[in-house]
């Protein structure tokens, strides 16, 4: 297989620039392997050792330079991809940038629910998502487009509500309103083009997503490893919740093996609990950083 650099099938992936994706994202694309420079500085960035070049963007043109095919591949937020309704495929949800679409107002205010928005003023950054919720439902409101600090909207009787986004609530609670319902979830996603691409841009999709498969799958793993006697193995191996067998090795203690194996991270500490009462000892736990199956 030809692996030379050829800039006609270099893959481009737009990410975000500066902002709450951009340092999980170069952080995904360090831990895949692609090496870069200077991406704070350049708007363009070559990567050395994977036929890939990074298009640094403001979040929201992501989804357009993707559906456009300036780009073949982005990261971005489903909250952009669904308000631009752009004309590409979602191929990935990832683990960050989880956050909601809602509808918020004044504590203690006349809007309690959404039938209240009813010839009322909504400031958003959303306008098309926020215009079809309301007309699903029948309500009039007039829109009052905002790109930021949208939360302080109603202090400043620019409007009588908002919809934006929402994480923790805490933006929401210091600016004194509450939320009242939720128009979309959302979290970061790798996007696709849907214009045709060339063979040797589809076989880079593919081997770009088997290491970001890996990458994925081993956040989600711990490798571990313990000690435990010869007459402990079986009740141990019928604890340890692994895909495959584990690796049992003798020590040179002759009655002892040393056993490694890897799990999900979310069954660890239970698991751990269990494996010191069966005769498990000197347990250890290593991040992975990466698992091809
Ligand atoms: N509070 C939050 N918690 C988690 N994820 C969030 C939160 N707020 C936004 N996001 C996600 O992160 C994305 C980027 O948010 P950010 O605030 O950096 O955008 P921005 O200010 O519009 O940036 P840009 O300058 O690129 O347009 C959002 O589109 C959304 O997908
Ligand atoms: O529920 P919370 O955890 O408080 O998060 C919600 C806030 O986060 C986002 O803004 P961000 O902080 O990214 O700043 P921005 O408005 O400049 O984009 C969003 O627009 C809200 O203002
Ligand atoms: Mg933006």
């Known amino acids: 297989m030809n692996r030379t650099k050829d800039s006609s ?11 709450r994706l951009t340092d999980k994202t170069i952080d995904l694309l360090e831990g895949i392997g692609i090496e870069f ?6 708007l363009i960035v070559k ?12 979040d929201d043109d992501i989804p357009e330079y993707v559906q456009d095919g300036v780009c073949d591949l982005g990261f971005v ?11 590409v495929t979602p191929i990935r949800d990832l683990q960050y940038g989880k956050c909601r679409l809602s509808l918020a107002a004044p504590k203690d205010g006349e ?8 010839g009322k003023k909504v400031a958003t950054s959303y306008p098309n998502l926020t215009r079809r919720f309301f007309e699903e439902r029948d309500i009039n409101i007039q829109i009052v487009e905002i790109s930021g600090a949208v939360e302080i909207a109603p202090q400043l009787k620019v409007a009588d509500a908002i919809v934006d986004l929402v994480s923790s609530g805490g933006t929401l609670k210091a600016n004194g309103l509450v939320e009242l319902d939720t128009i979309l979830h959302s979290q970061t996603q790798l996007i696709r083009t849907n214009k045709e691409l060339s063979p040797g841009k589809k076989e880079l999709i593919e081997r770009f997503l088997v290491r970001m498969d890996g990458y994925q799958k081993a956040a989600k793993s711990r490798y571990i490893m313990m000690n435990a006697s010869t007459s402990n193995v079986e009740r141990i191996k019928e604890i340890i919740p692994s895909m495959k067998s ?48």
């Open 9 to 19: 099938t270099s893959l481009r992936i737009a990410i975000q620039k500066s902002g």
């Open 37 to 42: 420079d200077n991406y704070k500085r350049n």
């Open 47 to 58: 990567t050395r050792n994977f036929d890939v070049e990074l298009l640094l963007l403001r």
């Open 77 to 87: 937020g489903a909250n952009e991809t669904q308000e631009t309704g752009a004309d």
């Open 111 to 118: 809007i309690q629910s959404p039938q209240d928005f009813e």
């Open 246 to 293: 584990p690796t049992v090795m003798p020590l040179a203690d002759n009655d002892m093996v040393a056993i490694h194996t890897v799990i999900p991270l979310d069954k660890f500490w239970t698991v751990m609990e269990e494996l010191k009462e069966a005769g498990a000892s000197d347990i250890v736990m290593l991040p992975i950083e990466s698992m091809i199956l």
